[in-house]
Each structure stands twice: as structure tokens, then as C-alpha cells.
């Protein structure tokens, strides 16, 4: 069956550093959503991606979506404390109505 | 507006004991999901619901989870008996539209943690 994996697993970073995640399919996907849960919370919509290289930025956050619909990334510039949580991936293949979440990366930031 | 909302938000009971869930979803929102998140790891698929419809219950443990959705709104899940590896926090999420569309967002609502004993 499809899966989604992140990597990595966990990140920890000294505050003002980049961060990047990214996650891959096993199968092409025909949408990819990005999701940010904090510790002991639930996971908080951020963008979907639907566009083959699609390219789409909120404020620090630069999300991608590869040319062959396997791949996406998420990378954070200059973190802040705040961006503390675990980042998932979600991705919908065609016909299928449903998204397979990844296995998450754990951002801790340092201050 | 209010968000999903769920009950309890914590629940602890010896295995082989029955338990149910409760979801309202946000208002108007037609479809239902209902996720298990092991610690750790991301939101599994357990059943979904368009309007009181069931159309995605394939990853659902059926010998002991059962699902409902009375006319198109509130949720609940439930398991009998559960077993210790049922501990997880299960989480409820509406969205407007249906997956792969651009009205598919999902909204979570904050889960029961269920502890097994």
C-alpha cells in the first residue's frame, strides 16, 4: 500500500537556523497538505500543494512540491521558538479521497 | 465559530472493558474522520464518513471497533473489548469537501487520549 515517509525523524536547532523536512511517497500523489501539531496538541492545517513543482511561501515557511508528485519539503528560515512541534505530510492519490500521513518530523528549537 | 469538538478529552480503563468516543464536527462540514495516533507517529485512517454515509471504513478493526454517524453530523467510535494495545489518542477531523478537493482541509479536533490497563 501507499506510504509517506519523513526525514528526519528529529531535528534540534539553535534558534535563528534553518530547518527543512521532507517527505516522499511510495506512489504519485495527486494533492499534498502540511500540517503542524505542538506537543500534547492536534494537528493544525498549514497549505495544501496540488501543482506539479508548485512553489508556495507563508511568511518564514517555504513549501515545495516535486516535479514528479513523489516528493515535498517544508523549510523554515530562521526559526523561532515557536516553531516548536511535529510537522507532518499528508498526500491524496488520485481516486482515492483519503491522506496518508507521514511519519513526522520533530522540530525542537534551542533559544 | 466553534471547532471540532470531542469528548472525553482523557480516558482510562482496563482492557476487555468497552469504551466509546464522541465527535461534533464543525457545522456544515459534510465529511468525518475518525484518526488513532500512536505515540510518535502520524494520524492513521480509521473511517470516514460522508454525511452518514460510511465510504472509507477499510482501516477499521472490525471485530471490535465500530462507528456511526446518525444523520449526518455527531460521531461516535467505539471499542468492545479493548485491548492494551488500543492506548493511543484518537482524533476526530471535519472537513467541508471531500478529499482532493480544494474545500478538503481538515480540521482536528483536540482527541482522547485512551489509556488501556
Known amino acids: 500500500g501507499q506510504q509517506v515517509m519523513q526525514i528526519p525523524q528529529y531535528q534540534h536547532v539553535q534558534e535563528g537556523e534553518d530547518f527543512t523536512t521532507y517527505c516522499n511517497s511510495s506512489?504519485?500523489?495527486?494533492?499534498i497538505q502540511w500540517y503542524k501539531q505542538r506537543p500534547g496538541g492536534h494537528p493544525v492545517f498549514l497549505i495544501q500543494?496540488?501543482?506539479?513543482?508548485e512553489v508556495k511561501k507563508q511568511k518564514r515557511l517555504t513549501f515545495q512540491f516535486g516535479e514528479a508528485k513523489k516528493n515535498s519539503s517544508l523549510h523554515i528560515t530562521a526559526t523561532q521558538t515557536t516553531d516548536v512541534g511535529t510537522y507532518f505530510c499528508a498526500g491524496s492519490t488520485s481516486g482515492t479521497y483519503k491522506y496518508i500521513f507521514g511519519t513526522g518530523t520533530r522540530l525542537k528549537v534551542l533559544a | 465559530e466553534a471547532g471540532v469538538v470531542q469528548s472525553p478529552r482523557y480516558k482510562i480503563i482496563e482492557k476487555k472493558q468497552p469504551v466509546a468516543f464522541w465527535c461534533n464536527p464543525i457545522s456544515g462540514h459534510n465529511t468525518l474522520y475518525w484518526y488513532r495516533q500512536n505515540l510518535g507517529q502520524g494520524p492513521e485512517l480509521l473511517i470516514r464518513?460522508?454525511?452518514?454515509?460510511?465510504?472509507?471504513d477499510s482501516q477499521l478493526p472490525k471485530d471490535r471497533f465500530s462507528a456511526e454517524r446518525l444523520k449526518g453530523v455527531d460521531s461516535t467510535l467505539k471499542i468492545q473489548p479493548a485491548e492494551l494495545g488500543d492506548s493511543a489518542v484518537y482524533l476526530c477531523?471535519?472537513?467541508?469537501?471531500?478529499?482532493?478537493?480544494?474545500?478538503?482541509?481538515?480540521?482536528f479536533g483536540p482527541g482522547t487520549r485512551l489509556t488501556v490497563l
Open positions: 506512489t504519485t500523489l495527486s494533492n
Open positions: 464518513y460522508e454525511n452518514e454515509e460510511a465510504v472509507d
Open positions: 500543494l496540488v501543482k506539479s513543482g
Open positions: 477531523a471535519s472537513s467541508f469537501g471531500l478529499a482532493g478537493t480544494s474545500t478538503d482541509t481538515q480540521y
